[in-house]
């Protein structure tokens, strides 16, 4: 079953500023799917309109088999929620607790099940301990669970997420990410809205790339886009700079810490011929080639190792953090010793 159809979508901003510019596809029911772009090419504006808070322009979405401008919108407040980028603009209520029962109660729902509502979504959050703060009073990792648990309450059929990790701590995101993944383990469906590349193969099994141009350019799995570095340079998602070495010319992007293609898939690609051929000389000039490559990239490598170091420490885990340590300090070594070797050939 289809939950989303969405077929030649077009939207504006005030002032005629495209947003999406003949949108085209589909979510089926319990799917988990992640919307990647950049900033602007219009990811929250989708979310928007598939949750029945704006109309298109033009083109046709449909919800649950049914046009979602022909009176589909109560129906679509009780099977739909959103978790907006900024949780601060839904919540209102003077403590958690209240936020949490606000929706429930507006369901027309008896007070016993709406207690036993709030008391599963603080647990499954694990935000008990929140219960009576006011929502301005937290963190803006808690601030998001809270929002996130407005959403849980009504027990929605599809969950939709705008930036969810967006501004969180290691910590934070480690706890959204498994939280999403709960959602997608009792079959809701999932529309995650991100330029994150770091979590799109966590949270999904299906991804959408918008372009600058606020089109679909690509609509393929997770790791398929994540491999395809002309996609995300067209999508704005990295940025790339060319080196040159020695004959070989090749181009890398930058997403995360550091991201490129393996080099000696490249090499031995192109240079297929044996070991012994002119002497060894070309096996040398493979050599040269790749130890170039490494001693250039082995400080964003250390930065990386460092980068998730201080990840795992973030989520308690110095165990693993201690180990990724020492590989940047090794790194090093191994560093001085490709060094080395070059100079010997």
């Not at 192109?270 to 051929?277: D, I, K, N, T």
Request: charged content about 25%; glycine content about 8%; aromatic content about 6%.
């Amino acid at each position: 079953m289809e939950v989303f159809e969405l077929k030649d979508v077009f939207y504006l901003h005030p002032g005629e500023r495209p947003a999406l510019s003949g949108v085209s596809f589909s979510v089926k029911d319990g799917e988990s799917l992640t919307i990647l772009g950049a900033n602007g090419s219009g990811k929250s504006t989708l979310l928007f309109l598939l949750d029945g808070l704006i109309t298109p322009r033009s083109g046709m979405i449909k919800a649950f088999g049914r046009d979602i401008g022909n009176g589909l919108l109560p129906e679509l407040r009780q099977r739909v929620s959103i978790l907006f980028q900024n949780p601060q603009v839904q919540l209102f209520s003077l403590t958690v607790w209240d936020e949490l029962c606000f929706g429930p109660i507006q369901l027309g729902l008896v007070k016993e099940e709406v207690t036993k509502r709030a008391e599963d979504v603080l647990h499954l959050l694990g935000i008990e301990h929140l219960q009576d703060r006011g929502p301005w009073n937290l963190s803006g990792g808690e601030m998001k669970k809270v929002a996130l648990g407005t959403c849980l309450i009504t027990n929605p059929d599809v969950i939709l997420l705008d930036e969810p990790t967006t501004g969180l701590d290691p910590r934070s995101q480690v706890e959204f990410i498994e939280l999403i993944n709960s959602l997608r383990d009792a079959k809701k469906t999932v529309i995650t809205a991100t330029h994150d590349l770091d979590i799109i193969e966590d949270i999904s099994e299906k991804t959408i790339v918008f372009g600058e141009n606020h089109r679909i350019i690509a609509e393929a799995r997770p790791y398929e886009v994540i491999n395809d570095t002309g996609l995300l340079l067209d999508a704005n998602l990295i940025h790339a700079h060319a080196h040159k070495h020695r004959e070989i010319v090749h181009s890398h992007g930058h997403y995360s810490a550091h991201s490129h293609e393996h080099l000696m898939d490249r090499i031995m690609a192109e240079s297929p011929r044996s070991p012994m051929a002119s002497g060894g000389k070309n096996e040398i000039e493979k050599l040269r080639i790749l130890l170039d490559h490494w001693i250039e990239h082995s400080e964003s490598h250390r930065d990386s190792y460092i980068s998730w170091a201080e990840k795992m420490e973030g989520i308690g885990r110095a165990d693993v953090a201690e180990v990724l340590r020492k590989a940047s300090s090794e790194t090093q070594e191994v560093d001085k010793l490709f060094r080395k070797a070059k100079a010997m050939l």
